[in-house]
């Protein structure tokens, strides 16, 4: 099994739809987590953190299930500019920053 | 982007061929990492230095060497080149305790 698994998509949607991914993490010790986004051909960049008690950030929500062990990135009013694919991150017990583990990514494309 | 900067963005080389990818970094961070990013793979690390002076092994080293040569640069040398090394080639900082900030990558083909 690997450490972080996301469904590569793509997901399809019209703007203004509601898109949720998914991350499930395989070690039940992971310390951190975060979603970075990447654009075509581009770097990731960081886009949220992702806390305990689930955090918010204008459209963008993410939450944290440790019973279950996944993550998610709820996207509320989706807007072309969101297209990209998206890559759950995930510091593991014993890594820090220096070991993170990347899934490969799921992607999105929003359409007119 | 702000801050890491990579040459050459492009590369072709050919199997058995050397060369040196260059990172720099102004953002005065200790902490400097080279990813590999292959399709349908996540990011994978090589190599990383915590500070100036110290570099470590990540996941995937083999056929790789890395220099820290002072704060600011950090490169990864591939001595003999590999078709299996084509790939997509991210450098990264990182301020103390927070997330990365990546280059915008080189794009690296070996025939």
């Known amino acids: 099994r690997k450490e972080v698994e996301q469904d590569p998509g793509p997901f399809n949607v019209p703007e203004g739809a509601t898109v949720a991914f998914n991350c499930t993490y395989s070690n039940s010790a992971s310390q951190s987590f975060f979603w970075y986004r990447q654009d075509c051909r581009k770097e990731p960049k960081l886009l949220m953190s992702?806390?305990?008690s689930g955090n918010e950030d204008g459209r963008f929500t993410a939450q944290l299930n440790r019973a279950s062990q996944y993550i998610s990135l709820l996207i509320r009013d989706s807007k072309l500019s969101d297209s990209a694919t998206y890559l759950c991150v995930v510091i593991p017990p014993s890594g820090g920053y220096n070991k993170l583990i990347f899934g490969a990514g799921t992607r999105l494309a929003v359409h007119p | 982007n702000a801050g890491v900067t990579q040459t050459p963005k492009f590369q072709v080389l050919k199997t058995g061929q050397s060369m040196t990818l260059q990172c720099a970094q102004d953002?005065?961070?200790?902490?400097m990492y080279w990813y590999r990013q292959d399709p349908g793979m996540g990011l994978r690390l090589i190599y990383y230095s915590a500070s100036e002076g110290t570099t470590d092994k990540g996941e995937v080293p083999n056929g790789y060497n890395v220099s820290r040569l002072n704060k600011r640069e950090f490169s990864l040398r591939l001595e003999s080149a590999a078709p299996s090394q084509t790939s997509v080639y991210f450098c990264?900082?990182?301020?103390?305790?927070?997330?990365?900030?990546f280059g915008d990558g080189t794009r690296l083909s070996i025939l």
């Open positions: 992702v806390y305990s």
């Open positions: 990264a900082s990182m301020p103390g305790g927070q997330p990365q900030h």
């Open positions: 953002m005065n961070h200790n902490s």
